[in-house]
C-alpha cells in the first residue's frame, strides 16, 4: 500500500528536523578570571585572564550548536564577555556589552552565558567588553561545518590558530581610567604579540617566541583573529602565499595574496601549504597606521612567531622574514587586498542581499570635544561621536530598560542623518564640527526591515583614519566603499549587489566612505561601535533596537532568571548635559 504523497513530505520534514536536533550538540564550559602573572618585555604584572592562560580557552563547536559558558569572576572589577559575531538569534541577553545588554559580573560572583549559534562559519572569537579588559580576556571560537556540506575547499590536513594581540607593559584599566577622567590620549601599546608572545624582535623576549610546526606538503587551515585593542594589522609569512577562503563566520572566494590586512575584531580562515625548503620562517604582524604620517607615536614593534618545517636539516641562524609585509603607513596594499573580497555565493553558502530599502541611513564617525568634569571643574577632553552624538552609558543596561519598558535611560532619537551637512573629507574644515553632544540615543527599526547605512569618515581635527565599525547581532552585506564624500546619486551605481563580502566588522577607510546592508531579522538591542577601543570609550558608538516579530519565534526570548545586578562604570566620563551641568 503506498502513502499518501502528502503524508510522506511531511515524514520527510520531520525527518529532516529531528536530524537537525540530533546533530546540535549542547557544550558546557568553566571560565575561571583571575589575575594571573605573566613576564614580558623584561618586566612582570599582574593581568586578568580566563583560565590562566593567554589567549584564553579555544571554543570548538559544529554549526548550529549551543554552548553554555560560567563566567567566574575572581578577579578586581566588574567584566563581561561578548561572543563577537555571534548572531544569538533572539537573545541578545547573553550578546555581553556592559551597560547595553548587561551589567558587570561584580567580583566575586558568576554568570552562565547561552550563546546560541545559528548560520556561522569558520573563525569568530570571544573577548571582554567591559573597559579595556579585553587586553587580556580573549580567546578563539572554531565553527566546524556540519558533516553534510564539509568545507567548501578540500579539507586541509591540519589546523592552526593564531591570534594577535597587544601587550601593556602598565596597567592597561587604570591607565585608561585615569586618561578619561582628565581627557587626555589613551595609552598605546608597548608590543604587539602572537598568541600572547611579542617575538624575536622585542626585547627579552626570544626565548618564548611562539612555533608552529609543519610538515612539508601538507595544507593547514590557518584561523587567524585580530585582538589587538586599536590597531589594523598587516600580517605575512616569510616564501608562504595566503589563500584566503574565509572571513568573519562566512566563506569568501579564494584569494591568494602575500599578505592580509586584518582589523581589530575580524576573523580570518586562510590554507597555507608548507611547500618551501626546510627552514624556519617568520610568521610576522605589523601595525598599519592610517593616521596622517606626522603621527608617529603609534606601536611600531614587529610581532612575530615561527613556522618550522619538521625534519632532518641544519637551521639557518635566523629565520627568514616576509619580504612581503608592506610598511605601517603603506595606503594601497590594505586598499587592494580589501577590494578583493566576495562572498562565496554559491548553492549551499547563498547570499541574499537586501534590495528593497525601507531605512536608509547616512553616519558621519567624528573625533571631537566634549566637555566634562574633573575634581570639580569643567575641562575639555577627547571624544568621538556618530552623527555628533557621543554615546554615553546608562545607569542600568539599555536591554533591560527596554524590556521592562523603563523610562529615563535611552532616548529612540539617534539620527539617520548629521545635524549638519559640510565637506567632511576636506583638508579644513568649520570650526563648529569639533563639538559634540553627549546622549544614550538609540535607534529603533521595525522587524524585518530592509537597512542600508552609508558611515561616512570625516577629517575633524585633521584626524582622519581608519575606523574598524562592529555589529553585534548581525552580519551584513559591504556592497560598497569609496573614498571622498559619498554621493548618493552615482556611488550606489557601483554598489555590488551580486556576490558582496559578508562581515560583522568592516573599515571605514580614511577620508571615504562604506556602505552596507541588512535585514533587520533579529529582534533584541544591539551594539553599533568603532572596534578601535579608543574610540569605543571616547563614545563612537550607538544602539540599535530591533522589535519583535508577530510570533514567539520572531520575538526577544524572556530573560534568563538572574542577571548581574547593576553598578555605576568603572571607566566613563562624567555625563553633562549641553549646558555643562552634572547629570545625575
Known amino acids: 500500500m503506498s502513502l499518501p504523497s502528502g503524508f510522506v513530505k511531511l515524514l520527510l520534514l520531520y525527518g529532516i528536523f529531528f536530524l537537525g536536533l540530533a546533530q546540535a550538540k549542547v557544550h558546557y564550559h568553566d571560565f575561571i578570571l583571575t589575575e594571573t602573572n605573566f613576564t614580558r618585555l623584561c618586566s612582570s604584572k599582574s593581568l586578568l585572564v580566563v583560565n590562566e592562560s593567554l589567549p584564553g580557552p579555544v571554543i570548538r563547536v559544529t554549526k548550529g550548536d549551543t554552548v553554555y559558558v560560567n563566567v567566574h569572576n575572581q578577579g578586581d572589577y566588574g567584566v563581561t564577555i561578548h561572543w563577537h559575531g555571534v548572531h544569538q538569534p533572539g537573545n541578545p541577553w547573553s550578546d555581553g556589552p556592559e551597560y547595553i545588554t548587561q551589567c558587570p559580573i561584580e567580583p566575586g560572583s558568576n554568570f552562565t552565558y547561552e550563546i546560541i549559534f545559528s548560520d556561522e562559519e569558520g573563525t569568530l572569537w570571544w573577548h571582554a567588553h567591559s573597559d579595556w579588559t579585553r587586553a587580556g580576556v580573549h580567546g578563539a571560537i572554531v565553527v566546524l561545518p556540519n558533516e553534510e556540506t564539509g568545507f567548501p575547499f578540500p579539507k586541509p590536513d591540519g589546523e592552526e590558530i593564531l591570534v594577535l594581540g597587544s601587550w601593556y607593559v602598565g596597567d592597561?584599566?587604570?591607565?585608561?581610567?585615569?586618561?578619561?577622567?582628565?581627557?587626555?590620549?589613551?595609552?598605546?601599546?608597548?608590543?604587539?604579540?602572537?598568541?600572547?608572545?611579542?617575538?624575536?624582535?622585542?626585547?627579552?623576549?626570544?626565548?618564548?617566541?611562539?612555533?608552529?610546526?609543519?610538515?612539508?606538503?601538507?595544507?593547514?587551515?590557518l584561523r587567524l583573529v585580530n585582538a589587538a585593542m586599536n590597531a589594523e594589522l598587516y600580517f605575512a609569512i616569510a616564501q608562504h602565499n595566503l589563500t584566503v577562503v574565509g572571513l568573519d563566520g562566512s566563506y569568501v572566494k579564494p584569494v591568494i595574496t602575500g599578505f592580509v590586512m586584518i582589523a581589530p575584531g575580524q576573523t580570518m580562515d586562510m590554507l597555507v601549504t608548507a611547500k618551501q625548503p626546510l627552514g624556519r620562517y617568520y610568521v610576522a604582524a605589523r601595525q598599519y597606521d592610517s593616521a596622517r604620517s606626522d603621527v608617529t607615536d603609534y606601536d611600531q614593534t614587529n610581532a612575530t612567531a615561527i613556522l618550522e618545517y619538521r625534519g632532518n636539516y641544519t637551521p639557518s641562524a635566523d629565520p627568514i622574514f616576509p619580504s612581503t609585509l608592506p610598511s605601517y603607513e603603506d595606503f594601497a596594499p590594505a586598499m587592494s587586498f580589501t577590494s578583493r573580497l566576495r562572498s562565496l555565493a554559491n548553492r549551499?553558502?547563498?547570499?541574499?542581499?537586501?534590495?528593497?530599502?525601507?531605512?536608509?541611513?547616512?553616519i558621519a564617525a567624528s573625533m571631537n570635544t566634549v566637555t566634562f568634569d574633573y575634581e570639580g571643574t569643567t575641562?575639555?577632553?577627547?571624544?568621538?561621536?556618530?552623527?555628533?552624538?557621543?554615546?554615553?552609558?546608562?545607569?542600568?543596561?539599555?536591554?533591560?530598560?527596554?524590556?521592562?519598558?523603563?523610562?529615563?535611560?535611552?532616548?529612540?532619537?539617534?539620527?539617520?542623518?548629521?545635524?549638519?551637512?559640510?565637506?567632511?573629507?576636506?583638508?579644513?574644515?568649520?570650526?563648529?564640527?569639533?563639538?559634540?553632544?553627549?546622549?544614550?540615543?538609540?535607534?529603533?527599526?521595525?522587524?524585518?526591515?530592509?537597512?542600508?547605512?552609508?558611515?561616512?569618515?570625516?577629517?575633524?581635527?585633521?584626524?582622519?583614519?581608519?575606523?574598524?565599525?562592529?555589529?553585534?547581532?548581525?552580519?551584513f552585506y559591504v556592497v560598497g566603499s569609496g573614498y571622498g564624500n559619498f554621493d548618493n546619486v552615482t556611488d550606489p551605481e557601483g554598489y555590488n549587489l551580486v556576490d558582496p563580502p559578508k562581515m560583522n566588522t568592516v573599515s571605514l577607510p580614511k577620508?571615504?566612505?562604506v556602505a552596507l546592508r541588512f535585514k533587520a531579522s533579529n529582534p533584541g538591542v544591539w551594539l553599533w561601535h568603532c572596534h578601535l577601543d579608543r574610540h569605543l570609550s571616547w563614545g563612537m558608538d550607538t544602539v540599535f533596537i530591533v522589535k519583535n516579530g508577530g510570533t514567539r519565534e520572531t520575538s526577544i526570548r524572556e530573560p534568563p532568571p538572574y542577571m548581574p545586578p547593576c553598578s555605576s562604570s568603572a571607566i566613563r566620563l562624567q555625563r553633562l548635559d549641553n549646558s555643562g551641568e552634572k547629570i545625575n
Open 172 to 221: 592597561v584599566n587604570e591607565e585608561v581610567a585615569e586618561d578619561l577622567e582628565n581627557g587626555a590620549d589613551t595609552p598605546r601599546s608597548d608590543s604587539y604579540t602572537i598568541n600572547g608572545q611579542p617575538g624575536d624582535f622585542c626585547v627579552c623576549s626570544n626565548e618564548s617566541t611562539y612555533r608552529w610546526q609543519v610538515d612539508y606538503g601538507k595544507t593547514y587551515l
Open 348 to 362: 549551499d553558502h547563498p547570499v541574499n542581499v537586501p534590495k528593497n530599502i525601507t531605512t536608509r541611513m547616512y
Open 379 to 475: 575641562k575639555s577632553g577627547l571624544a568621538s561621536s556618530l552623527n555628533n552624538v557621543s554615546w554615553i552609558n546608562p545607569s542600568t543596561d539599555v536591554l533591560l530598560a527596554y524590556y521592562r519598558n523603563m523610562s529615563g535611560i535611552y532616548t529612540p532619537d539617534f539620527p539617520d542623518y548629521p545635524p549638519v551637512l559640510f565637506n567632511f573629507t576636506a583638508d579644513e574644515v568649520p570650526d563648529y564640527t569639533t563639538t559634540t553632544i553627549q546622549g544614550t540615543k538609540v535607534k529603533i527599526f521595525d522587524y524585518d526591515e530592509e537597512v542600508e547605512i552609508v558611515f561616512q569618515g570625516t577629517n575633524v581635527f585633521d584626524a582622519s583614519e581608519d575606523h574598524p565599525m562592529h555589529l553585534h547581532g548581525y552580519t
Open 511 to 513: 577620508k571615504g566612505w
